[in-house]
């Protein structure tokens, strides 16, 4: 189950964050994801030495915490995806999936000529396909 | 030399150069948010868009007629539905349609069910009243006038504003026969 999703931008500046549950551990989730930022900084500039990763956008388990696991995606405008589940057996194909999926949908919000880069995601459209998404990548897992 | 037959719309659009679509789409996108920061009021950015698609349709229309080969068109429907599948086919690759003619056939509605111009696009908040593909009705519009067609072009439904497809009323308000600027008394 995501209970979390949130993009932010390269500067460290939150683009959108959602969350999945009934809210009242909303602020603890927003506080996880900005934890995990440092975490996505310090792969970014240590990168690991076993051997050259081609697919440097997809940065896997971040950490994991109490009852969370939180996975990171890069793209290459330092764009960050930030992903909080709670489930406990996820499958490494799945979050890939799901990231690639997230995205497609962050791409064509942004190519909204009335969205500003740099400001928040108002689009109603891209909240609609993320909450599918969400909604999918539990299905799958759960299959 | 017997006069070529008309092209369908398809077989020009296959010949003629592509351009991508979304460097198309952002483009116009770009556009439109120029205006808007330029002139800040939706109804004038609405003005000018019509302006430059009268500006546009002038020109456009002969490289319709040269490339299409179409016969002289017999009445206004004739004429709408060239512009339906023949126009607008070669230009965006779309095909529209034509429907509700009103008893006297001088007002129908053309149907987009696609439009790559809006691919991606969402209007916010601020601009609800903005017509996004204004263009096309002023190309319409200054297309029709040069081959002697005053008409009106108004949008009826538009999808960036909820419904489900792209409707524009083309109205023939008179047809003007030709006219030379000087009398000819030779």
Redesign the interface.
């Known amino acids: 189950m995501i209970v979390c999703v949130a993009v932010v931008g390269h500067q460290n500046n939150p683009l959108y964050i959602q969350s999945f549950t009934e809210a009242d551990d909303a602020l603890k989730l927003h506080h996880i994801v900005h934890c995990s930022l440092d975490v996505v900084d310090e792969r970014v500039n240590n990168p690991k030495k076993s051997g050259p990763t081609l697919n440097e956008t997809f940065l896997g388990l971040l950490y994991p915490t109490e009852n969370y696991k939180v996975y990171g995606y890069l793209t290459n405008t330092k764009v960050k995806f930030i992903m909080v589940t709670t489930d406990l057996d996820v499958r490494d194909a799945d979050v890939r999936n799901f990231f690639r999926r997230f995205h497609a949908a962050y791409v064509?919000?942004v190519?909204?000529?009335?969205h500003v880069p740099g400001k928040k995601i108002?689009?109603?459209?891209f909240a609609e396909r993320v909450s599918t998404i969400v909604k999918s990548f539990g299905l799958n897992a759960a299959g | 030399m017997a006069p070529a037959a008309p092209r369908s719309g398809e077989a020009i659009f296959a010949s003629v150069e592509h351009v991508n679509s979304e460097l198309f789409t952002l483009t116009y996108g770009a556009i439109v948010r120029q205006l808007l920061t330029d002139l800040e009021d939706v109804e004038e950015v609405n003005k000018q868009l019509d302006q430059m698609g009268y500006n546009i349709g002038i020109r456009l229309v002969d490289e319709f007629l040269a490339k299409s080969n179409v016969s002289k068109c017999v009445d206004f429907k004739e004429t709408a539905e060239v512009i339906a599948k023949v126009g607008f086919k070669m230009f965006l690759g779309i095909t529209a349609s034509v429907t509700n003619w009103d008893a006297e056939g001088t007002t129908c509605s053309l149907i987009l069910e696609d439009n790559p111009l809006v691919d991606f696009v969402e209007l916010p908040d601020t601009c609800q009243d903005l017509y996004y593909c204004n263009i096309f009705s002023g190309i319409i519009r200054g297309a029709l006038e040069m081959v002697s067609m005053k008409t009106e072009v108004t949008w009826v439904r538009d999808m960036l504003r909820g419904d489900d497809a792209f409707e524009l009323k083309v109205k023939l308000l008179k047809q003007v026969s030709e006219e030379y600027p000087y009398k000819d008394d030779e």
């Open positions: 064509d919000a190519s909204n000529p009335f108002t689009s109603r459209t």
